[in-house]
């Protein structure tokens, strides 16, 4: 069964650190582009960032860049997401997903683009 499974949200304070994990298991991650998404209640899914195949290229939304890192070990079959300074308004439930096709351009922001997704994990940044 191919699955991907998200760990490491949680509850941190505003100016504080985590480090998300997306992990594969019955399929090897190195064939597939990966993204993070996230969703908030009442919100669309955004898009924060994507990593290539090889971790050659990477992307990264405006709310995000300069605060998130992507990085993928394809040895581990895992891709993270570590998110620094982070704000009230980046709390959200967290989502990885990935993508077979070798295409880098506007369209991977789109979740229609993934075929696999994780369950989610919660991140509130809170007080």
């Known amino acids: 069964q191919l699955q991907l499974v998200e760990s490491g949200g949680g509850l941190v304070q505003p100016g504080g650190s985590l480090r998300l994990s997306c992990t594969a298991s019955?399929?090897?991650?190195?064939?597939?582009?990966i993204g993070w998404f996230r969703q908030a209640p009442g919100k669309e899914r955004e898009a924060l960032s994507c990593?290539?195949?090889?971790?050659?290229?990477?992307y990264y939304a405006d709310s995000v860049k300069g605060r998130f890192a992507i990085s993928r070990d394809n040895s581990k079959n895992t891709v993270y997401l570590q998110m620094n300074s982070l704000k009230p308004e980046d709390a959200a439930i967290y989502y990885c997903?990935?993508?077979?096709?070798?295409?880098?351009?506007?369209?991977?922001?789109?979740?229609?683009?993934?075929?696999?997704w994780g369950q989610g994990t919660q991140v509130t940044v809170s007080v």
């Open positions: 997903a990935a993508r077979l096709s070798a295409y880098w351009g506007p369209l991977m922001v789109h979740h229609n683009q993934y075929a696999y």
């Open positions: 019955g399929f090897s991650l190195e064939s597939y582009a």
């Open positions: 990593i290539s195949r090889t971790s050659a290229d990477t």
